[in-house]
């Protein structure tokens, strides 16, 4: 069975602080997908990234960057100096292909970014 | 502008009357999906349909219902039979086949039954 555990519940940091969010996953698929989601207070999930079991490389995105160590069952994210619109609950979320695509979410980190 | 529209936003229900909540996507995605999410805790799926006409179970089915008719649209029914109902429902939709897809997801509706 497929889960994923986001084990820091809340995070709070300062201003142009750097922070990283941890995501382990467990799945017996050697074929399966992680993505990122951020859940701002307005409610509505934007994705952040879509990675795929066969590509460990790391990924960079302005500020954002995650690492992905299939090692490790890990796949976290970090924010480089962050702003205060950072604040938000962040999920990772885990897919195996041949599982109807459904998506396995962790139950999120609550970054609070205080100026 | 392509995305996932959700109504209403707030939802007010009496206990034991049934409630259907909207979801309408023109992404253009065959794939659609219903979530549910408490407080404190992540997303748990309720439903899902890869192709009009079609529809499975998620992990926590019971005592709701959907439909989907058309491929623009998947409406969730929460029956009397739901036993905690108050919750944030979002619905996601997102290309079907070959490989595993994002999930785009609506604003979500916020449903409260007293």
Not at chain 2, 81 to 106: D, H, M, W
């Amino acid at each position: 069975a497929q889960k994923v555990t986001q084990a820091q519940t809340e995070i709070s940091v300062v201003e142009k602080e750097d922070v990283t969010l941890d995501c382990v996953y467990e799945t017996r698929d050697t074929t399966y997908y992680l993505f990122w989601y951020k859940q701002p207070p307005s409610g509505e999930l934007v994705f952040l990234i879509r990675r795929n079991s066969f590509d460990e490389q790391n990924e960079i995105s302005g500020r954002y960057s995650w690492n992905f160590q299939k090692s490790t069952s890990s796949f976290n994210f970090t924010i480089t100096a962050s702003q205060v619109v950072d604040s938000a609950v962040y999920f990772c979320a885990l897919s195996e292909k041949g599982g109807s695509e459904k998506l396995v979410f962790g139950k999120g980190t609550k970054l609070t970014v205080n100026p | 502008d392509g995305g996932i529209t959700q109504s209403p936003k707030y939802l007010f229900r009496k206990e034991g009357q049934n409630v259907t909540l909207s979801c309408e996507q023109n992404l253009n995605h065959d794939a659609m999906y219903w979530y549910r999410q408490d407080p404190g805790q992540g997303l748990r799926l309720i439903y899902y349909s890869q192709i009009v006409n079609d529809f499975q179970k998620g992990d926590i089915a019971e005592g709701y219902s959907v439909s989907r008719e058309k491929k623009e649209s998947f409406p969730l029914t929460v029956t009397s039979a739901q036993k905690n109902p108050t919750a944030f429902y979002l619905c996601a939709s997102s290309i079907a086949g070959g490989a595993v897809y994002e999930q785009y997801f609506g604003p979500g509706t916020r449903l409260t039954v007293t």
